[in-house]
């Protein structure tokens, strides 16, 4: 096989990245931005030693369920996989992309309950960070291009909330008007490298954090009014200066320009007050129905410890403190304890107690002190559970163990870990939270063996 050939193929499986897959002479084939079912002509693009990249070159016969993607920009973004196709098509692919991680990475054979797709496929987003770029001697921002840090300049992204892109029209003017630069990677110059905007689903109030390179403080000082007149819901303008060459978006440390330092929203009933560092789920309805679940999993009562490791703003344990005894939250990042703490106080949650600290080691400090929850929730990062806190949950002997992630990969290895030291996985439910994307969450029931 070469590149540019052209062959007659059939689009028969789907990557968890969300590209189609053909196969070609004995080798697989990836193709983006197809479906399963499209007959096409593609065009090979690279060659490896047992794979290759191609192209759509003819669209023969499309699959069933191809529609046309609502947004402009679909085929350059790097963002959404799966605007060509209709909802339900997208549910059976990610659907099929959990049970396959845990049926061939973990080896394990759950019952699988049916997906459950979120009520909004477009504007669903709570959360957006744009990257900042000069282009003509002016200020853009948009998103990155496909496996680029290139800044396509689009701020009217369908996934995010139509006000976002009303801010980003305001401020892009205004910030030119104060002589405000664009970082530039290459040469790590310039000052603004990011604006990140949340959102409060219920709550409708607005976060607006400038992500800089050097402080933007006194120069854009005099917009802050402005700013609140026109979004009367920003109550929070703040800026993070990032002085590092790296990937990671916010700096060390958060100060407030105007304002306070936090949102609250509403979630499962309870008030929640995050902070720009605090993780706080995207989709806010399909989270609450995520919570929903696990706590129908974990079958609670007023006699049970629970045990919410990753806790983040404390979201999750807190939308079943009202059931259980009492809950124990732990916590990396400071900024996230401390709004657990304050979301306990603000919906009187009395018998709550939250830890900041890595999630094993703290799981370990409570073994010291006897403290053996009857069920432990486990949210970890895409990376998984870290084999500590494998361990010491498992000394725990909790009765059940829910595991919610948003890499199925991991989580299905992770499952299997528990499975070798006595925890069967009974059920997994996969739930969309992000919709258009190649993301998907999953939940996993897993209980000790008598
Ligand atoms: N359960 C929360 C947050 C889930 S995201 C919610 O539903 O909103 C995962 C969280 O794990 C993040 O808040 C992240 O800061 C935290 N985290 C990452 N590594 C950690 C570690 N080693 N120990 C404890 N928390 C960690």
Known sequence: MQKNEIYHAEITGMTTEGSGICRINNMAVFVPMTAVGDIIDVRIVKVLKNYAFGIIEKLITPAPGRIEPVCAVFRQCGGCVFQHVDYQTEL???????KDAFTRIGKLSPEFEPILGSQSRYHYRNKAQ???AEQDGHLVCGFYARHSHRVIP???????????????HALLPALESCHISAYDEKNHSGELRHIYLRKGFYSD????????????RKKI?????????????????????????????????????????????????????????????VNTQQAENLYEIAKSYANLNKNKILLDLYCGAGTIG???????????????????????RQN?????????EFYCGDAGSIAELLLKQNIFPDVIILDPPRKGCSDLTIQSTVKMHPSQIIMISCNPSTAARDAAAFYNLG?????????????GTSHVECIVLMSRQK
Do not use: W
């Open 92 to 98: 059976k692919y990610k659907d099929q992309a959990v």
């Open 130 to 132: 744009y990257p900042i």
């Open 154 to 168: 689009f701020p009217e992204c369908p996934l995010q909330p139509e006000i976002f892109s009303k801010i980003l």
């Open 205 to 216: 109030e607005i976060m607006l954090c400038f992500v800089t390179r050097v402080s933007i």
């Open 221 to 281: 000082q005099k917009l802050l009014p402005d700013l609140h007149k026109a979004f009367p819901k920003m109550i929070s303008i703040t800026e993070s200066v990032n002085p590092l060459k790296t990937n990671v978006i916010l700096g060390k440390s958060v100060t407030v320009l105007s304002g306070q330092n936090f949102i609250t929203d509403t979630m499962c009933n309870n008030l929640i007050r995050i902070s720009p560092q605090s993780f706080y789920q």
């Open 318 to 340: 807190l939308s079943m403190s009202n059931c259980i005894q009492s809950l124990i939250g732990v916590e990396v990042i400071p900024e996230a304890v401390e709004n657990a």
């Open 344 to 352: 306990a106080v603000l919906n009187h949650h009395a018998n709550t």
């Open 423 to 435: 925890y069967i996985t009974n059920k997994v439910k996969s739930v969309d939270l992000f919709p």
